[in-house]
Nanobody
C-alpha cells in the first residue's frame, strides 16, 4: 500500500522559511515524478512544484519561483520542499503527490498524480 506522509509544516512569520518533507513507502519511487500542491481555504488545490524521477528536472508555479526549491533523495524515498521568503499568501495545506503513470495531463495538473498524502498545514503570519 502506497503511503505518503508529509511533515515540517507550522506557523512562521512573513519572510521566514520552512522545509517540508514527504516520506514515501509502498512502491519504488525512483522512477516516478513527484510533486507538491497546496490548497488554501475556499480555493482549489493548486500546483506548487514538481521534480523528475532523477531529480534533474524541476518545475515551479510562477508564484513560488525563486523562493521555493523542490528536491528528492531516492535512497530515502523522500521529497522535500524548501520554502524561503514566505508570504501570507503561501498559507495553505501542502500536499505531496506521486505521478506513477504516464498520462495526457501536464505536470502541473492534479489529474496527472496517482497518490496523495494527507497534507501538512503551513501558516504564514504578517
Amino acid at each position: 500500500q502506497v503511503q505518503l506522509v508529509e511533515s515540517g509544516g507550522g506557523l512562521v512569520q512573513a519572510g521566514g522559511s520552512l522545509r517540508l518533507s514527504c516520506a514515501a513507502s509502498g512502491r519504488t519511487f525512483s522512477s516516478d515524478y513527484m510533486g507538491w500542491f497546496r490548497q488554501a481555504p475556499g480555493k482549489e488545490r493548486e500546483f506548487v512544484a514538481a521534480i523528475t524521477s532523477s531529480g534533474g528536472g524541476t518545475y515551479y508555479a510562477d508564484s513560488v519561483k525563486g523562493r521555493f526549491t523542490i528536491s528528492r533523495d531516492n535512497a530515502k524515498t523522500t521529497v522535500y520542499l524548501q520554502m524561503n521568503s514566505l508570504e501570507p499568501e503561501d498559507t495553505a495545506v501542502y500536499y505531496c503527490a506521486v505521478k506513477a503513470r504516464p498520462t495526457g495531463s501536464g505536470i502541473a495538473s492534479r489529474t496527472a498524480y496517482d497518490y496523495w498524502g494527507q497534507g501538512t498545514q503551513v501558516t504564514v503570519s504578517s
